[in-house]
């Protein structure tokens, strides 16, 4: 077996896992990559405390794992396009990332993950709820499983990111590019993780619009009591932030939801998207 150097602790929940005793401003060991990401396919998301980094820091620590997604529809932080800004202002009351979701699963090739990096907190609120696909995949009938791995379903940024949508009115200035949100993209329900080999349940309440071959009217049904079942407090963990807190979930395994419950406060974070490979 072979010996590790970082300080590895799930969490209380159901997924996640902190990363204590490193310092991500420092060059980092291909052995500590190693180990991050066998924890990251492992527990779904990986969490740090207290990283004092700059952003070419962040984007560098981001390289490590794969090329940089650049996001068509987040502003990005001033000088550096490939972090995305991810605000909200004391006078906003709408955030961004408000509702389960699976980022860029709307892409052909979706992206691995996100590295979130807390620049700025309120002092109350503004926690993320992470969900494991994985357990609520495992928690399905072995009737309901046999149907779902027979069903792909399509998947789009149009209704979210495009002009007139309710989420662009109420984003504001904070999202960009609404004639860029063009994509569709059809992947299997159930999929076989390409790292860990774990079966997860992919599909997401933001993005996927039905299944391949049936109508929207005939897939809802289905995809709300999908929906609803993965939401189950039991497949969750919900992170605390603090200044200098980082968050990197694997997309293809997990559900994320922004807690809108700071209003009159600023949050900024900075986050890198990191692109990944074909789904199977």
């Known amino acids: 077996m072979r010996n590790h150097r970082l300080d590895i602790s799930p969490t209380s929940g159901a997924l996640g896992a902190f990363i204590e005793g490193i310092d991500l401003s420092e060059p980092l060991d291909d ?9 990251l396919n492992e527990h779904g998301v990986i969490f740090f405390r207290d990283q004092k980094i700059t952003p070419e820091q962040h ?11 650049v996001n068509r529809f987040f502003k990005a932080a001033a000088g550096y396009p490939q972090i995305a800004e991810v605000r909200k202002e004391p006078g906003q009351t709408t955030n961004i990332g408000g509702g389960w979701h699976t ?22 609120g503004g926690d993320t709820i992470f969900a494991c696909m994985n357990r609520a995949y495992e928690a399905l009938s072995d009737g309901l499983k046999k149907t779902l791995e027979g069903l792909r379903a399509v998947h789009s940024s149009r209704h979210v990111f495009g002009a007139g949508t309710d989420y662009v009115k109420a984003s504001g200035d904070r999202l960009e590019n609404a004639e860029n949100a063009t994509q569709d993209a059809i992947h299997p329900v159930v999929l076989r993780h390409p790292e ?7 599909v997401n309440s933001g993005f996927t619009t039905h299944f391949e071959g049936w109508t929207k009217a005939e897939s809802e049904p289905l995809l709300n009591y999908l929906y609803e079942h993965a939401a189950r407090p039991e497949f969750q963990y919900r992170f605390t932030w603090g200044n200098g807190s980082i968050a990197f979930w694997d997309n293809r395994a997990t559900w994320h939801y922004a807690v809108n419950d700071y209003n009159g406060e600023r949050r900024l974070m900075h986050r890198i998207t990191i692109a990944g490979g074909p789904l199977g």
């Open 196 to 202: 860990s080999g774990k079966k997860i349940l992919y």
């Open 103 to 124: 980022d860029h699963s709307y892409d052909q090739i979706p992206a691995l993950g996100s590295i979130l990096l807390a620049r700025e907190t309120p002092t109350r």
């Open 59 to 69: 984007i560098a620590f981001a390289q490590r794992f794969g090329e940089i997604d």
């Open 31 to 39: 052995s500590d990559i190693g180990e991050m990401r066998e924890a």
